[in-house]
């Protein structure tokens, strides 16, 4: 028997509706390569998005096409969130960051047939511009004034191209398995692989999103994205603080300037801000230099790679600001954990608290976890057994766009293959070892190379580690640590050797150091462990 329940379905289109009907009022303010600081409300941003999706009904959209965009956190990127899928089309967030043999193959494999840009990455997209025959046109998101010379062919202003449309439109009812959104997997091993949301999913995420344990976010708060727009919906910001009705600030071409996000933390009186690790140790390192103090961030949610002891001890002792860690990845939408402190662990001492949200989180209602040994069965959650991390969900994909399954990503009961390895504890706290490929195998055993980095991050002296296996005629593998000095401090390769005595098993310890002066990222900004492998590829261990 079924419930006598509605069967309205869930649409992005239903959150913008919300949003400027209960919130329209509600500021955007945002950072543009042609504005230090434009602002508007959520009722002008959707009366802009009906523009936009009007003006693609002219260009001739349909259903189902999809259309990228290419850019930075601002509200015309925002407008394009809402009005390319409100309207029942794919917003195809690219990676700017990305290389371009690999820009060129995720436009073609997406079949993109606009390209929605900022004017800084024009010329990124005239070096290409022969290899995407199939794009066509591209719309730069600026006004006239602004528009650059460009060999482009086909090439419009945005701000013209929706100038005289109606901001009256009725969205389009469907179903709320209609895809709304792609975005491609960085692709550190083989092609880029593309993860195609849907509206369902992306409103059961945008709910959790806002919960008092994960983002927790409501129409007080103030959100600052710093994860971009074009990775993975910004971890689904867009649609929580439209859905709970909070500030937005967008810091534009800005992410990484510690200065600026300090600045804007402050003067827009953010209480949330979302970001990765490493933007945090750039805003950090700005306070610790200029003696500021961060008074107004109640939060931050940081994930995308684990988050150092040292950092979460810091915003909490420097600057009182709590740190929530959370993992996730593409195929996820992201958010599979948070950590938040449980009821029953309050009593525990500072350092035990400390221990817990240093682990990636606990499971959040929607993304249910286990971990496998070899054979595919579970292992306990006793919080030393590890093994490959595997999840299920409304809001994990099932499979990647046009690969019909060949990914082996999936197994036969379901569930979706995360690549990373954990541990999960008796109360539910999982916590990432290393990605499957980054594993240190020593004398058969795995050595966690992400404990021996946060562990050596809380030496004042390191600004940024990575650790990395290096062959080993007797061991298969030993670590290396590769450092990157803080700045004006000096240290020797024993001393933070030294350092480890105690805090890790003995046999993790690394068998050398290295020091360089900067550590390769990703397009995401986490260290590009492939590269620096790469790099020392033909080192000599001492021992
Ligand atoms: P990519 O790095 O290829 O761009 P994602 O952005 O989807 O892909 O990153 C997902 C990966 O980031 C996870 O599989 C995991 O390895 C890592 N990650 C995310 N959050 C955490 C965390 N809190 N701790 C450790 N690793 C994390």
């Known amino acids: 028997m079924f419930g006598l329940m509605m069967n309205t379905p869930l649409l992005i289109s239903a959150i913008a509706e919300h949003a400027a009907r209960y919130h329209g009022g509600r500021e955007i303010v945002s950072v543009t390569a042609d504005n230090p600081r434009h602002r508007y409300t959520y009722g002008d941003c959707i009366g802009r998005a009906k523009k936009l999706a009007n003006a693609l009904n002219g260009l001739g959209a349909k259903r189902g096409d999809r259309v990228a965009t290419l850019a930075w956190n601002d509200y015309r990127h925002l407008e394009a969130y809402y009005g390319i899928s409100g309207a029942g089309h794919v917003c195809h967030t690219i990676n700017p960051r990305l290389f371009p043999e690999q820009l060129v193959f995720i436009i073609n494999h997406a079949e ?38 460009t060999q482009l062919s086909n090439v419009m202003c945005y701000e013209s191209l929706i100038a005289d449309e ?101 003067s827009e009186d953010v209480t949330l801000s979302l970001g990765v690790p490493t933007v945090w140790l750039a805003l950090l390192q ?27 001890q810091e915003f909490r002792d420097k600057h009182d600001v709590e740190v929530r860690q959370g993992w996730g990845m593409t195929e996820t939408s992201p958010l599979g954990v948070a950590s938040t402190l449980k009821a029953g662990l309050e009593n525990r001492s500072p350092d035990e608290k400390l221990d817990f949200a240093a682990k990636a989180g606990r499971g959040i209602f929607g993304c ?30 099932s499979d990647y766009f046009k690969l019909d399954g060949s990914a082996g990503t999936h197994t036969d009961d379901g569930w979706f293959d995360t690549g990373d390895v954990a541990t999960i504890d008796p109360e539910g706290y999982m916590a990432i070892t290393d990605r499957t490929k980054d594993v240190i195998k020593s004398g058969g055993e795995w050595i966690s190379s992400i404990e021996l980095e946060n562990t050596i991050m809380a030496h004042p002296a390191v600004a940024e580690a990575a650790v990395i296996g290096i062959a080993h005629p ?70």
């Open 286 to 312: 700005y306070c610790e230099k200029t003696g500021k103090r961060l008074d107004k961030l109640q939060r931050t949610l940081i994930g995308g790679a684990a988050v150092p002891r040292s950092m979460i």
């Open 112 to 149: 993109d047939r606009w390209i929605f840009t900022d004017v800084m990455f024009v010329p990124l997209l005239e070096a290409i511009a022969d290899k995407i025959p199939n794009v066509e046109g591209f719309v730069v998101m600026t006004d006239e004034a602004h528009m650059p010379e």
């Open 368 to 397: 249910e976890l286990r971990i496998v040994d070899e054979e595919g069965s579970a292992l306990p959650w006793d919080g030393e057994a590890y093994g490959p991390l595997q999840v299920r969900g409304p809001w994990v994909c």
């Open 474 to 543: 007797k061991w298969t593998e030993r670590p290396l640590l590769v450092v990157v000095k803080a700045e004006g401090q000096d240290v020797t390769g024993d001393e933070l050797l030294a350092f480890y005595e105690g805090r890790v098993a003995k046999w993790w310890i690394p068998t050398d150091v290295e020091f360089v002066d900067e550590l390769p990222h990703t397009a995401t900004g986490k260290v590009k462990k492939i590269e620096l492998r790469r790099q020392f590829k033909d080192y000599q261990l001492s021992g």
């Open 166 to 266: 109606s901001d009256e439109f009725d969205w389009p009812e469907f179903d709320e398995q209609t895809a709304s959104a792609l975005c491609y997997t960085s692709g550190t091993t083989g092609d880029p692989k593309g993860v195609l949301y849907d509206h369902r999913s992306t409103l059961l995420h945008a709910y959790a999103a806002v919960a008092p344990d994960v983002m927790s976010m409501s129409s007080r708060d103030v959100v600052l994205p710093v994860v971009p727009l074009f990775h993975v919906n910004s971890w689904g910001s867009p649609y929580a603080a439209f859905m709970a009705g909070a500030k937005l600030v967008l810091p534009g071409p800005k992410m990484g300037d510690g200065e600026v996000l300090c600045e804007l933390l402050d």
